[in-house]
């Protein structure tokens, strides 16, 4: 019997899927609260599980203990490197750029001045996002100069995580995108997300409604190979559909599917605890 | 009788100030704000009977006018002055109920309430914050989206009053605005401040140009009515040339006046120097 570490800090309805699942397939369950351990990093850790899930939502928590717990030898899925890549957008940009995975025209800048000139030579509209986050948050339209000069200054009162000034050209697409979920290279489903009628963000926590969506060659090859570029064991990629094809903008290493179960009626936690099972086999 | 001038960072106007009351046989004592150690517990000794306060820290040199009055010193601006003028809702609501002209403003309190507001501009309009100096953080938005996110991101700062959402028409004026520098109640010079660049605003700490105003009668009789409203002092009433005639949209309580000295060649500092003689006997 495998045994099967899951570290949390909220329980959302994809933890509650995974966790029955998972005594569903006779995997021993071991739920950690980050937000209740610690560890003595000077002594050896004791007790460690075969396979750790790392679900925090708090992206520093979870880079933090998935770097421990690979120091001491454990398996953590998804990896450190997965985790801190994907964390950060200019990362995971580089990532899919260096192995051709199509991405949207992109540029950085390390202060409110140098972000103006990327924008005179980018043009408006653009948009602004921050480097780490999730849900779209801080996530801004640059649509003309004057509103751009009041975003980039707000920012600068901001953490200076803040500061990092990536910039992406507005993808003329439809009013939706695409999350696509990978597990173990292999493609299992993926849904439309549409924006709601008030935001041009398509974040289903703004409000955006789920849609099935067919998986086309195309939408396949792209999201196996954003995954692989990340290294990225269960990921969902995100996607738009430019002009000439997809383009990916995001690869979530703690992908939400409550969703795309509901709308696809695919088992999304069966396909994970399964490759988790093969995956101590290794 | 004697006369402070309390700073914490000593600017061209502070030593302006200091030069023209020595030469008027005046002698006007610089005392470093961040120096202090007021005692509470007896408020009956200061060194000065005046006192010119001039903090670039909004907060310190309002906390600490309220203790210098507590102490019986007569400080120029006064507390009151401050308090109203260091707040553009405030100044504005004082401006209002004195039927002085102002740009059409809306307050609201909560980030949806905002949006609201801003609707009402079409999307199209000024969020500023209540506090605050040099334009910073002044957001001019033109559609919805950019809307949403600037008032987003007001809550992102994590300060309350940041989450009181003052909101302004964006007047259609020239690609400039008038500062009106008063000492006491009486409007001594004026400056057209023209923006530099791409930048809208006006400030002179944005780049922005001083040029000579005249004080017509119009804008006399309106920096008058300004200074009483808000109780007088040493003051810069800034305001706009809209299609309707003169807005008034800030009053500043700590001006700067180096640009209107220079663009008037009217010596603002001698005059405030006989003010606070005036004040002193």
């Known amino acids: 019997m495998v045994s099967l570490g899951v570290i949390y800090d909220f329980i959302r309805p994809e933890e509650k899927m995974l966790i029955n699942e998972a005594r569903n397939q006779g995997v021993e369950v071991k739920l950690v609260d980050a937000k209740n351990i610690y560890f003595n990093i000077s002594n050896s850790l004791k007790n460690l599980e075969d396979i750790y899930l790392q679900r925090c939502v708090s992206y520093f928590r979870s880079i933090h203990i998935t770097y421990l717990l690979e120091s001491f030898k454990c398996t953590v899925i998804n990896s450190f490197n997965t985790a801190l890549v994907c964390g950060n957008k200019l990362f995971t940009t580089i990532s899919l750029l260096k192995n051709g995975v199509p991405v949207p025209k992109t540029a950085i800048s390390f202060s409110k001045s140098s972000a103006l000139k990327v924008l005179d030579e980018i043009g408006y509209p653009s948009i602004l996002k921050p480097v780490i986050g999730s849900w779209g948050r801080l996530i801004a339209p640059l649509n ?12 600068e009162y901001l953490h200076p995580i803040y500061h990092l000034y990536y910039i992406q050209e507005r993808v003329e697409r439809p009013p939706r995108d ?30 955006g409604r789920a849609e099935p969506c067919p998986g086309v060659d195309e939408l396949i090859d792209v999201s196996v190979r954003a995954a692989e570029a990340v290294n990225g064991e269960i990921v969902g990629v995100d996607c738009m559909e430019g002009r000439d094809g997809l383009v990916v903008h995001e690869v979530n290493n703690t992908v939400e599917f ?14 994970i605890i399964s490759y988790l099972k093969r995956r101590v086999r290794k | ?61 309002l906390y600490l006018t309220a203790v210098l009055e507590g102490m019986g010193v007569k400080v120029v601006n006064s507390f009151n002055v401050l308090m109203l003028c260091g707040n553009k809702l405030l100044t504005t609501l004082r401006l209002k109920l004195c039927s002085i002209p102002t740009p059409k403003t809306v307050v609201a309190f909560h980030q949806e309430s905002a949006l609201k507001a801003l609707e009402m501009f079409n999307y199209y309009a000024v969020i500023k914050p209540i506090f605050g100096s040099w334009g910073r953080l002044i957001s001019l938005v033109k559609d ?27 007047v259609k004026r020239p ?13 001594i010079a004026a ?19 001083a040029e000579k105003c005249d004080l017509t009668g119009e804008i006399e009789k309106l920096a008058c009515r300004v200074a009483e409203a808000v109780g007088g002092g040493v003051l810069g009433i800034d305001c706009m040339e809209s299609d309707h005639g003169l807005l008034v949209h800030e009053v500043n309580a700590n ?10 060649g009217i010596d603002v500092a001698g005059r405030i120097v006989e003010y606070l003689s005036e004040l002193k006997r």
Not at chain 2, 42 to 54: G, H, I, P, T
Not at chain 2, 191 to 209: K, L, P, Q, V
Request: net charge neutral; proline share 4%.
């Open chain 1, 144 to 155: 003309d100069p004057e509103s751009s000069l009041a975003i980039l200054e707000s920012r």
């Open chain 2, 144 to 170: 919805f989206e950019t809307a949403k996110s600037v008032v987003e991101l007001k809550s992102e700062l994590h300060n309350p009053l940041h989450e009181i959402f003052y909101i302004q028409e964006f």
């Open chain 2, 191 to 209: 400056e057209y401040r023209y923006s530099a660049g791409f930048e809208w605003r006006t400030n002179i700490a944005r780049g922005g140009r």
């Open chain 2, 255 to 264: 001006v700067e006046f180096k640009g209107v000295s220079e663009a008037s």
């Open chain 2, 175 to 187: 690609p400039r605005d008038i500062r009106i520098v008063v000492v006491g109640l009486e409007p």
């Open chain 1, 178 to 207: 695409i999350r696509s979920l990978v597990v173990d290279g292999q493609f299992i489903c993926a849904i439309y997300r549409y924006q709601p009628p008030l935001d041009w963000r398509t974040n289903t926590a703004r409000g």
């Open chain 2, 1 to 61: 009788m004697d006369v402070a001038l309390i700073y914490d960072l000593m600017r061209w106007e502070e030593k302006k100030v200091i030069e023209a009351a020595s030469r008027r046989g005046l002698s006007i004592k610089p005392i470093d704000a961040k120096s202090l150690v007021l005692d509470l517990s007896s408020l009956n000794s200061f060194s000065a009977d005046v006192v010119f306060q001039r903090c670039i820290s909004y907060f310190r040199g």
């Open chain 1, 258 to 271: 409550k969703n795309m179960v509901r709308v696809t009626g695919v088992n999304i936690p069966s396909a």
